[in-house]
């Protein structure tokens, strides 16, 4: 008994001379005392090199208060580091501009007449009217967030983007980043509209497929959509409450597109993903050379891409297969009396693994390791490697791949 509460008064001890190393040395002012300096923090999120490429985390769907967001432009290039982002495409509607009708309240003084000026509703949601008068400049909340990016030199980049939101049950809705002119984009004709984004060299995904739809099917505005090339890729995953539409994995790899998971975030991520977590903001993982507009645009027509949804991982097989190998590291490190190998997997990088096998759920953390048997098999008698059911991976057909860890050399 004596023993045991030496043991928990050691481990007290333990616990608050760890919390005294987060409390901060207070710092004296001329009239009061600074308790905490707040530099800013970002979280790291360590992914490792796949096939020679390093891996880049993007969010190509944000909104900022030029639309229905509710965060200005600069916060979101803050908010992108903070959350261990490397890339973010700033996609505000280019017909749904809900503060629009405050801003033009607000600048009403500045106008000739002194009144603002008659703000006309595009309507929410399916009603949304391309023919909208716009008042603003779309490009402003790009220009905001580069301007504010280079003074503060923020080690993010920012894609130059915009949403075009059409009748949902119909044609959906379509991301363009990558743009030159969001204006140019604003026509009435979304296949005009898209056509225009093609011209400017953007990359051009299909949002949220399922959203306000009964169906996966394609519609026949959306056939049409599809059949002229118009798109590249598609939001696998998206929204605050990441939604996966698995059938699109499907439709990925069948059409040759690209799969992305975003966010579509509207509030500032905090809220949806609270710092410290052990899930981060939804992203895409993209494999390329380096963090350039050229890199990452080749690297994602050409498909290289995983998406992450908290802590699920959603691609092709191959990609999921390379993914887990370089994450990985898997030794031999004893044999037992049965013939049975001892190997030990370790986890070198930020995102948790979900195994099955058999009945058995296995969960390899970040940066832990775990050790588990295998056996012979009984007919060849060779040593079977790790092979698993990977249960927080998701790939065509609806399933969790059955991939083998390679043995490291
Ligand atoms: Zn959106």
């Known amino acids: 008994m004596k023993r045991l509460f030496l043991i928990l008064a050691v481990a007290v001890f333990a616990v608050s001379s760890a919390m005294a190393q987060a409390v901060h040395t207070p710092t004296m002012g001329k009239t009061g005392i600074r308790l905490y300096n707040h530099p800013s923090h970002r979280t790291e999120i360590i992914l490792p090199q796949v096939k020679g490429y390093n891996i880049y985390k993007g969010d190509f769907h944000v909104h900022t208060i030029y ?47 002194g009144k603002p000026y008659e703000y006309i509703r595009g309507g929410a949601g399916h009603k949304t009217d391309p023919t909208t008068p716009i008042y603003c400049d779309l490009d402003a909340t790009y220009e905001e967030a580069v301007m504010y990016k280079e003074k503060e030199n923020i080690p993010v980049m920012v894609v130059r983007g915009t949403e075009i939101w059409r009748n949902a049950r119909t044609i959906g809705e379509y991301n363009a980043f990558f743009l030159k002119d969001i204006t140019d984009v604003a026509k009435p004709d979304i296949i005009e509209s898209l056509k225009e984004a093609r011209k400017q060299g953007a990359i051009i995904i299909h949002n949220h497929p399922g959203w306000r739809r009964n169906t996966m099917d394609k519609s026949p505005e959306q056939e049409e959509i599809y059949a002229q090339k118009l798109v590249d890729g598609i939001e696998v995953i998206g929204g605050t409450g990441p939604t996966l539409y698995p059938q699109m994995i499907d439709r990925c790899v069948n059409e040759k597109l690209t799969i992305f998971s975003n966010t579509d975030t509207h509030r500032t991520s905090a809220q949806y993903y609270p710092r410290g977590g052990e899930i981060f903001r939804s992203m895409t993982f993209i494999m390329a050379k380096e963090c350039t507009e050229k890199a990452i645009k080749e690297a994602l027509l050409d498909r290289r891409t995983i ?25 031999v490190v004893a044999e037992t009396k049965k013939g049975d190998r001892t190997f030990q997997l370790t986890n070198h990088c930020s995102v948790p693994f979900v195994f099955r096998r058999g009945n058995t759920l296995y969960t390899l953390n970040p940066f832990h390791s775990l050790r588990v048997n295998f056996g012979k098999n009984k007919e060849t008698g060779v040593y079977k490697t790790p092979k698993f059911i990977v249960e927080n991976m998701w790939t065509v057909g609806d399933k969790h791949p059955a991939l083998t860890i390679q043995i490291d050399k």
């Open 67 to 113: 639309s229905d967001g509710e965060v200005t432009p600069r916060e979101r290039v803050r908010e992108a580091w903070y959350d261990g982002l490397d890339i973010i495409a700033l996609t505000d509607h280019l017909e749904l501009r809900s503060y629009e009708k405050f801003m033009l309240k607000a600048h009403a003084p500045y106008n000739p007449d």
């Open 307 to 331: 998406g992450y949804a908290a802590n699920n991982l959603i691609g092709e097989e191959m990609w999921l297969s390379e993914f887990l190998n370089a994450a990985v590291e898997c030794k």
